[in-house]
């Protein structure tokens, strides 16, 4: 009953908003032809429609035959309702101004009071505002999900043995398969993790939405990443079907098996709860592969103390996290000898500002650490932006990453 009154909610604030930038609309069309009248009234209303009749239709659609067109609708009634509100916010400020001018007219005019029309000029603005975030989440498809940028950072640690010395880590984090619409694109940014030609490659999990199914088609394409001390890869909290239904917990159990067994097709080390001491030379570094841990409402199926044992005597560690909150909560006050944590998960929202060295998102209100390289003391950690996406199929100023950790002895 709940879903339904909250249906029932939605619906209503929806159509509250579309008849409030109706209203905009038709006033600036009002001395236009009559054709034009209708032509622009016919078109806002279909645009309308189709976006408020595929949220309708969207649970009837299998998510696996039509998951493209689930996706497809989801992303175009976001678009529409996020530029719809945008144009409801200067309207509403707009109709402020008008009552504080009705308001004030008791006060300092002899005549009955009226309520000014609306100004032209705002009603122009109010489109104009919602024609940027229409315009900025349209790019962000079009060009921000597949465009793969190369983050290089160098960490110093007296722990690292000489062997190691300059060793090339690459991390890739949150591909998330289930969202992908272009194989040529994914594809593409395999070649360019194959081109940093790393001596280790790294994946901090969520390689699916939802369920294993997702990342079939694409087993393939990544499974031409490869690395002379190999790919290493471990799960994050989307990777074990939490968000979806299951018929029992048999069949979720069965599908989690599936996606270890994807792993080791494409020949990724998949590490649960467990670690790998890399030797080269003589020497050795530890590599610990740790099941999700996230802090709050987060799944917590990583067990630390069990990931960590047996590598105490080894001098330099470097641990695979998905969640960077897992960093403050457990790994530094209890861990403090884990050199180096590799996280992802936080996506940087899809959305922010990077210029030079100045980064910010939504997501920093979320997440301490959402983004690039931190250290305290002599603990590193580095926080993947994410080589996929979800919910929504783009990126805007956050794009896709691809990490190159050179790791150098002090």
Known sequence: MSRIYFLIFFLFFYLLIDIYVF??????VSDSAIFWRRSAFIAYWIFSAVALGGILLYNQLDPHTFRGLRLFITTFFFINLVAKIFSSLVIFGEDIRRGIVYISQFFTSSETPTIPGRSEFMGKAALIAGAVPLTGFTFGIISGAHDYRVKKRIIQSANLPKT?????LVQISDIHTGSFYNKTAVSGGVDLINAQKGDIVLFTGDLVNNESEEAKPYLDIFKKIKAPLGVHSTMGNHDYGDYRGWSSLDAKQKDIENLHDMHR???????????????VDGEAVALLGLENWGAGRFSKYGDLPKTYQGIEEIPYKILMSHDPSH????????????????????????????IGDFRWSPSKYMYKQWADLYREGDQY?????GFGYIGYPGRIGILPEITVLELKRA
């Open 327 to 354: 960093w403050d909560a457990q790994i530094r006050p209890e861990f403090p000898d884990i050199d180096l944590t590799l996280a992802g998960h936080t996506h940087g929202m899809q959305f922010g500002i990077e």
């Open 381 to 385: 950690l580095y926080v993947n932006r």
């Open 23 to 28: 209203s905009v609309v038709r006033s600036l």
């Open 164 to 168: 190691f010395d300059g060793i090339r």
């Open 265 to 279: 097709y494409m020949g990724w080390n998949i590490m649960l709860n467990e670690n790998k001491i890399i030797e």
